[in-house]
């Protein structure tokens, strides 16, 4: 066990629906950070929160968004699924944004058919 | 952040050393070398950080030249466990945008 929970672990859901993926951070950790990862694209960047504000955007759709709650969880909300939305999706938590002290969720599997 | 390039795969056998090699020709000043394990349907698993020279812990050593533009990650006596992609990661500590690469596949076989 990681210290991040991420729910569900796993979601299959119809094209055009919309999903929320929830991230616990690790205990005492600030900043939750969202990968998505697929067959043909890799582990992917999406966006980061610290202390609930957002701080960096990477590869993030606009049909995609997130948040960070004050008690620091946080959830991505991914909307007007399409197909191409199926992969991995991972947080990762750390102290202060730190780039050596990211840990990873178990991540949840989205499957859109 | 910087560009890195490792192998795409790479077969060992149990009990032997794994080192893989990343090349990272535009490291920034600032920049620190870090590696990240990941098994299938895993997230990622931070195995070490390094600046320069050598860094070791229980799971493996960082090798980094003085110039510091490529770096080896040795994993000594690798077991069927180990099979993994391995993942190196160039960047600024405070650099919140940590993008993975496709990493290096890692197949131990017995």
């Known amino acids: 066990d990681s210290g991040v929970t991420q729910t569900p672990k796993h979601l299959i859901t119809a094209t055009g629906q919309r999903v929320t993926l929830r991230c616990s951070p690790r205990?005492?950790?600030?900043?939750v950070y969202w990968y998505q990862q697929s067959l043909d694209q890799g582990l992917q960047f999406l966006i980061q929160y610290y202390n609930g504000e957002e701080r960096a955007k990477g590869n993030i759709l606009e049909r995609f968004s997130a948040q960070q709650f004050p008690d620091l969880h946080s959830e991505l909300n991914l909307s007007s699924l399409e197909l191409g939305d199926s992969a991995l999706y991972f947080c990762?938590?750390?102290?202060?944004?730190?780039?050596?002290?990211?840990?990873f969720g178990s991540g949840t599997r989205l499957t859109v058919v | 952040l910087a560009k890195t390039t490792q192998p795409i795969s790479m077969d060992s056998y149990e009990g032997q050393e794994v080192n893989i090699t990343c090349s990272h020709n535009?490291?920034?000043?600032?920049?620190?070398i870090t590696w990240y394990q990941q098994f299938p349907s895993q997230g990622p698993r931070f195995i070490i950080q390094?600046?320069?020279t050598k860094v070791t812990n229980e799971v493996a050593s960082l090798f980094i030249p003085a110039d510091r533009k490529s770096s080896t990650l040795s994993l000594p006596r690798v077991s069927l466990s180990d099979t993994a992609v391995y993942y190196c990661l160039v960047g600024d500590k405070n650099d919140y945008k940590l993008s993975f690469g496709a990493g290096t596949t890692v197949t131990v076989r017995a």
């Open positions: 990762a938590s750390s102290p202060l944004g730190q780039h050596h002290g990211y840990t």
């Open positions: 205990s005492g950790d600030l900043s």
């Open positions: 390094g600046y320069k």
């Open positions: 535009n490291i920034a000043t600032n920049d620190y």
